[in-house]
């Protein structure tokens, strides 16, 4: 790392690079205490002295952008460590400094990948769940959920064939603009929420390939040369970029469950913008909903500039001749197949006015017994994000039945410790500055005794007089 940046930014580079470290591991360690570990039920619970005396280090009023600029003097380097931004759906000149914590995680803890994809991750927490008795329909459409006569509490849901299965609680982890609109009666807040802004989303190809294509790693950022106009055409003008960036995964680098032998699995996310309704569309650009012929074309201009952007930035050679199966995500089908509110792949944006108390609560505002856990909920997006607001809605759960949370109060036992490994701190002063002190003591005291006699002579020689 040292010898790269150095190559790029020169000398001072990487001093540089370690404070913009410094920087993005305190927003790392300040978010992770109080926002991702608490919730933010009220503006009240942004009161909290804890919270507010770090507002401010968090540098939720600047851009990741303009904060990386102060340390990396480069347009390279800034974009190398700005992209980063997309993983929550938004343009670095726009996101909140705070964010530049997801660029300390790669760097300080690294990447982590589940064998077998993050499917797996979702097929270990079922079995989590059936260990304990927990009940699994699948292809099951809800077509509401059910309140009582007074319209304030939840007492089950309804589904789509008609059947009612009535419940003590009901937690949504649909998409919660699609959940407020659709599955609840509508009111003031659902509608405003369909109107807040929202994170981009993506046209998304999974490929096989029929051989292993050497000139990819692992993973692969390839960005726009026209870097900020690009992110104006997903964010401002709701469009595919003339010239996108785009990420390239190839899982089956390190899993050799992804692809069969001798072969690749490749993931490619090409962001773009999010669908426009009806009303959002009219008199300007962008993906309209109603617009389904056009996915085809957008596809293919996708397809084509990610084939073309490879072979010419890494050397590989035919990579259309090596596809022999393909499935393509499109925001259409996001809203279509997933329910996603305008095909937004990660929910709702992280503008500062759309997170903390602002964003929608793990809890239903005026409907006891409902809850709510995902992407557009608090804390945000991203998997370990959800799963930390998980944590956080069960919490709630459980307090609103009065029970103790399993995970609160356990220990783990003292672990004897060698002496080699105690922490010992040093002391406050050390020896030196004792002794220093000390003297300054000494002369202090010498000169207010000096001064102070002074004081008695002249008195004396005046009461002669």
Known sequence: MKTAIEEREGKAGFERYLSFLQESHRHYEISVAQ?????????????????????????????????????????RLRRVFTFGSMYMGMSPFDAPGTYSLLQY???????????????????????V??????????????????????????????????????????????DLVYAYSNLLPQTSYSRSLQRRSTSCSSISFYWAMDRKIPELTTHNIFLAEHYRESFDDIFKEQLIPKEPSFYLNVPSRIDPTAAPEGKDSIVVLVPVGHLLDENQGIGRKGLDVQS?????????????????????????????????????????????????????????????????????????????GLHFVGASAHPGTGVPIVLAGAKLTSEQVL????????????????????????????????????????????VCLLLYRIRSSSCVNLADIIDRS
């Open 35 to 75: 926002v991702l570990k608490r919730n933010f039920t009220s503006l009240r619970s942004m009161m909290r002295p804890a919270f507010l005396r770090h507002l401010l280090a968090l540098h939720p009023f600047e851009s990741i952008y303009s904060r990386a600029s102060r340390y990396f003097w480069t347009e």
């Open 105 to 127: 995680t790669e760097l300080a803890e690294g990447i982590w990948y589940p064998r077998g994809g993050f499917h797996s991750v979702v097929a270990a927490l079922v079995r």
């Open 129 to 174: 769940g059936e260990r304990m008795g927990v009940k699994y329909r699948l292809s099951t459409p809800i077509s509401s959920v059910e309140l009582d006569a007074q319209g304030k509490r939840a007492v089950g849901v309804t589904l789509e064939d008609g059947e009612r299965i009535s419940a003590d609680v009901v937690i949504i982890n649909a």
């Open 292 to 368: 389904k012929q056009d996915w085809d074309a957008m596809v293919a201009k996708a397809r084509q500039t990610v084939f073309a952007t490879v072979e010419a930035r890494t050397g590989a050679r035919n990579l259309q001749g090596a596809l022999v199966k393909e499935i393509v995500n499109t925001p259409q089908s996001w809203k279509d197949v997933f329910n996603l509110d305008k095909g937004a792949i990660l929910g709702l944006s992280h503008s500062f006015f759309n997170v903390l108390c602002f964003r929608p609560k793990t809890k239903h505002p005026s409907i006891e």
């Open 399 to 442: 307090e609103g039945f009065g029970m103790e949370k399993p995970w609160q109060g356990k220990t783990t036992g003292k672990q004897d410790l060698r002496e080699i490994d105690r922490v010992h701190t040093l002391p406050l002063l050390s020896n030196i500055h004792i002794v220093v002190l000390a003297v300054v003591f000494a």
